[in-house]
């Protein structure tokens, strides 16, 4: 915290005891002395934030008013402001929700306290809190069912009262068990220990299925000197048997001249039956477990034992949910597959396209991530200086990662759209204020070509209820399309209007236009259309696929008029979209 003789000691108190919330001290609405906590919450060293302009510590296009609306309410309010959400700026411009609160001190009106809290970590963790909560309690509610009713057949079932109770014991520890432990192989380990304590077997095995491999492998094993056989093929034994059949299969040797014997560290043992039951969830096969019995065991223990295996099912499948990403999409994946039927054609082309966007996903997206963010660091001198040609040269390098970034999660989009995976997220928003940033965006570009854009749009507030980035995603579409073919000193207009609750967005250009008889490619993906000019377009002809894709998600059309030589006209109509509600209600 830096120190002022200025500055009370009870406001340098203040700003000791509200760490981690930031706390300052302005003058003249310039930091004069501030807690080290708002100095890291703004990414700042300490010798740097002394004297920083309170204007540059927001992003103010992101809030509901600007500095001097600030201002101007402080001083209405008797110099204190409480409460305020805003929208703060880091270095490196990351932005992070916060609400600031500022009070003026002291009998000189240049001075004033501000407080910030930094509320994205408070957001993130109720959000992940909320997400595993709703997760836990559906997975619960599920098991506390399948609990209620295996617990009124046990009751039915069972007459020696001994037996309940024993039985009982039993299975509310496994089923305790299984609801607490979240590691697959602590699971399967844990749960062959407790059926070896309460007596029902000494001996044990658990042995996994992989469907794509047609192998079983082990994975838990109990009472054995020396570890059973790791893998087995699918179709192999008692293990293939039970995956073709899918039932108990329960093998006596009381009275078998063979003498099997299974060896363990106390020596050798000839057990009186083996008992090998599939493991399943809803119809899923996942693998086989194995117990070796001192008895034959009767029809009340086999429902009984079958009932706790039923838990595991359950319990395996909630950590193949958890802790296998993979082996969920697959199997959602082949759900998918028998439900629609399928040819297999269609299922080849939906795996080459999953490998295709792994690919894209992983083996571009990471490499190019590095590469802006080196170039980034270079460019900015972060760690050291550069010469004016090596700033141009990395700056180029940042912008065609960029460039191509965007590439790949154009095509990365169009693949999730076509494969029915990208859905809306619908709320409610302010259009004018969330729009207004990407319009300055395109006014911008269209100057640096020498355009004049013009935005017509009404004086009422408009509501929209639509998914707010994919709109966002349509205006920089059809505007980039209208800069990138219009020529320079052209002009481009923009009239936004309501029509019947519906949305209506236009843009004409006065640039090359298009042929009529291309009309019906100019959306299909990667077409980008030549009319003899020599205007440059670059990326990979996604822009107005994605566009109309995005107005087809909301119910909407988008429609064409062009003459070639003489510019074109997109208009975009969105229905039902547009909310009456006064400003002060969103």
Known sequence: MTENFFVSPEINSLMTVCSPDGVMILKNWKVFSFSSSIADMYDFD?????????????????????????????????????????????????TFPAVINISGFGDSEDFAVCMIKDKSIELRNEKRLLEE????????????????????????????????????????????????????????SGYLDLLSVVDISYISSIYIYNESTDIFKLRAYNGLRDQPEEFIKGSDGILGQI?????????????????????????????????????????????????????????????????????LGIGINNLNQYTSLKELAEKLHHQTIEIEGKNKLLEQSSRMKSVFLANMSHEFKTPLNSIIGFSEILRDG???????KQIE????????????????????????????????EVSLFHFQSSMRGEFQVWEERSQRHSQTMVINQ?????????????????????????????RKGGKITIDIS???????????????????????????????????ETLPSGGAGLGLTLTKKFVELHKGNIELESELGKGSLFKVTIPDIIVESDPGSV
């Not at 960029?402 to 029915?420: F, M, P, Q, R, Y």
């Not at 967005?505 to 959306?523: L, P, Y």
Request: proline fraction near 3%.
């Open 393 to 424: 040269i990395t700056s180029d390098i940042y912008t065609a990662g960029i460039h191509l970034l965007t590439l790949v999660n154009d095509l990365i989009a169009l693949s999730k759209i076509e494969g029915g995976k990208l859905e809306l």
């Open 382 to 388: 972060v760690i050291g200086a550069l010469s004016e």
């Open 243 to 311: 995956k073709k059949h899918r039932r108990t299969i329960q093998t006596k040797y009381l009275d078998d001249e063979s003498s099997f014997v299974l060896w363990t560290p106390l020596g050798p043992w000839t057990p009186g039956s083996v008992l090998s039951f599939p493991i399943e969830y809803r119809g899923d096969f996942l693998g086989v477990i194995s117990l070796a019995l001192g008895h034959t065991a009767q029809l009340e223990e086999l429902k009984f034992l079958e009932t706790l295996i039923t838990h």
């Open 498 to 532: 309501e029509e019947n609750y519906c949305f209506v967005f236009t843009v004409r250009d006065e640039g090359i236009g298009i042929d009529q008889k291309n009309f019906s490619m100019i959306f299909d993906p990667f077409q980008q259309v030549t009319n003899g």
């Open 458 to 486: 009404p004086v009422k507030p408009l509501f929209l209820r639509a998914d707010e980035i994919k709109i966002r995603q349509i205006i920089s579409g059809l505007l980039s399309n209208a800069v990138k073919f219009s």
């Open 133 to 188: 909560k709703r997760a836990l309690d559906g997975s619960l509610q599920i098991q506390n069912r399948k609990i209620d009713d295996l617990n009124a057949k046990l009751e039915n079932s069972i007459e020696n009262t001994k037996t309940i109770e024993r039985r009982s014991e039993i299975y509310s520890k496994i089923v305790s068990y299984i609801n607490a432990v979240w590691d697959l192989d602590i699971l399967l």
């Open 46 to 94: 300490e010798d740097e934030f002394s004297g920083f302009d309170f204007g540059d510590l927001f992003f103010w296009e992101l809030m509901d008013f600007r500095l001097s609306g600030l201002k101007s309410r402080f001083n209405q309010n008797g110099r204190i402001l409480l409460g305020i959400d805003a929208v703060g700026l880091r270095r490196g411009q990351n």
